[in-house]
């Protein structure tokens, strides 16, 4: 099949080149010429595991090309893919501004009958104004197109294996020969696919995001709980996940969420709501809830270390979660700016595997940046875990309490357990666990 994707950022990219390996004839569009340019030459402008080698073979294969030039990728393809980003204006509603610009793009160009496709995560309602400003603008009245919804549900950092291996693919449609199309296009992917109206498809999206999110704040909030009553949170969160019914995933207890999504998904769904005079209330504390999480790494490191403003402090990790370089919304940034504005005078060394470089772009000379673990740690005060990197982990407890000052751990994603740590008489301040402080 003949397929353009418009928007080669996480979802664009991955999706572009997963069809591209798939078989299919795929040409990636970009307004971003610097990006287009970079990706020509086989440079990935993101981090994540196996993508660059995906689209290097399939460039090679020429299976997969790169442009500017939406209007070229328009007329070869049959099947047209939304792909733009869709981020939370000031009050909340989602800016649908790019894919307004795609579907205007579309009516320009359209040749010949297509699908267009909407990935980017939108309000329901949207396909709907898609396909009137594609009719809007389009020349010759008479070619015919259909708009589907087929939200994407892959996570950064593990976004391949979750193209190949989706638990769903939800295909909102309402024309038989979109849906014939449609059907074939994910047929190789041997998943469950439903097929349902294009409003009930836009908003499993939000849907699903919101209840993941509510997850990860029901247990942060039981993690707060458990600290204060002598209780263990990888302990419940084991205990409760074994009831098939709540499911084990999505239950670790941590610093909240951050990333491109989860934050702006649940802004997005609680406008929805309120467009239609409804107050979402459980999900209005949902974000309540994430809005403070990040503060516990810091009322923990206040507790384990007397003078903040004349220590050195490492922070390891500074993406939103481990295997991406996204900083988007990172519950990092709000713990370095709260930091550094409560401690103005304390030094903070932070080092990220993957995430430095726009880590340096958002913080400038803000904070100091290691180039390893061992750079960050070596000498400081204290150490904050804030990203589980496998490297930060694996890195492990004896060779942290070498090289740091003091052997005081504040670890906001539970990578230890805290016996050991105490064992080796480190103080260990973690999530919703007794901290095994050691005097
Ligand atoms: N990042 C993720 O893991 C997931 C994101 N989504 C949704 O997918 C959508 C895209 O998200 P990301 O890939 O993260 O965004 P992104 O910000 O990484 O990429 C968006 C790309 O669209 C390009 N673009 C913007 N306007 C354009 C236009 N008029 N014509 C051509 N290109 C244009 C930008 O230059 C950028 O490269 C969003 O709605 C997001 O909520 C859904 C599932 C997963
Ligand atoms: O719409 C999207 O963009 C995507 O959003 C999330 O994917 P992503 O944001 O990439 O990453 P997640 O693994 O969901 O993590 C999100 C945040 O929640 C945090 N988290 C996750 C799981 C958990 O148990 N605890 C927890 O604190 C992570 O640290 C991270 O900050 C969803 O998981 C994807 O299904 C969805 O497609």
Known sequence: MNIAVIGTGYVGLTSGVCFAELGNQVICADIDEDKVNRLNQGIIPIYEPGLSELVVKNK??????FTTDAHYAIIQSDVIIIAVGTPSLPDGNVDLSGVHAVAKAIGQSINSYKVIVNKSTVPVGTADEVKRIIKQNMTDKSIEFDVASVPEFLKEGSAIEDFFHTDRV????????????????????????????????ELIKYASNSFLAMKISFINEIANIAELVGADINEIAAGVGLDTRIGSKFLKAGIGFGGACFPKDTKGLLKIAENKGITFKLLQEVINVNKNQYQ?????????????NAATIAMLGISFKPNTDDIREAPSLNIIKKLIAKYPAMKLKVYDPAAMELARKVLG???????????????????????????IVSFG?????????????????????????????????????ISGVTQ
């Open 365 to 391: 000379d803000s904070v100091s940046y290691c180039q390893s673990i061992e750079e960050a740690v070596t000498k400081s005060d204290a150490m904050m875990i804030v990203t589980e990197w496998e490297e």
């Open 397 to 433: 407890l004896e060779k942290y309490k070498e090289l740091l000052k003091r052997p005081i751990i504040v670890d906001g994603r539970n990578c230890f357990i805290p016996d050991e740590a105490e064992q080796l008489g480190i103080s260990y301040y973690s999530i919703g666990r």
């Open 60 to 65: 090679c294969l020429n299976r997969i090309v």
């Open 170 to 201: 939800i295909i909102g449609i309402d024309s038989p020969r979109a849906e014939q199309i449609l059907q074939e296009l994910h047929k190789p992917l041997k998943t469950t696919v439903q097929t349902t109206d294009i409003r009930s498809a």
């Open 296 to 308: 516990k790494v810091i009322s923990k490191l206040e507790e384990a270390v007397d003078d903040l």
